[in-house]
């Protein structure tokens, strides 16, 4: 079955960076597009990013463009989210998706910036 496992969350100070990524097994990762998604405290599912299966094409929220880069190694089925001039806003869980027939999701990790 198809698993996805993020990691990298962390607390971190405004103006900081991290760096998140999603291990993905059980799918033919190459042929995916993944996304990256975020849920805030009391906020609906928020898209963040997305990166095609070979990754040459990749899309941003405004909200996070020019500050969050999304990669992938399909050599290591891992979707990767660095994040820079991190934000108190962006606090959320940050979580990442495969469309392969149904939506698949992780399990989110908790990223909290500080002011």
């Known amino acids: 079955q198809v698993q996805l496992v993020e990691s990298g969350g962390a607390l971190v100070q405004h103006g900081g960076s991290l760096r998140l990524s999603c291990k993905a097994s059980?799918?033919?990762?190459?042929?995916?597009?993944m996304n990256w998604y975020r849920e805030a405290p009391g906020k609906g599912r928020e898209f963040v990013a997305l990166?095609?299966?070979?990754?040459?094409?990749?899309s941003y929220a405004d909200s996070v463009k020019g500050r969050f880069t999304i990669s992938r190694d399909n050599a290591k089925n891992t979707v990767y989210l660095q994040m820079n001039s991190l934000k108190p806003e962006d606090t959320a869980v940050y979580l990442c998706?495969?469309?392969?027939?149904?939506?698949?999701w992780g399990q989110g990790t908790q990223v909290t910036v500080s002011s």
């Open positions: 990166i095609s299966s070979s990754g040459g094409v990749t």
């Open positions: 998706s495969a469309l392969v027939g149904t939506n698949y």
């Open positions: 059980g799918l033919a990762f190459s042929s995916y597009t």
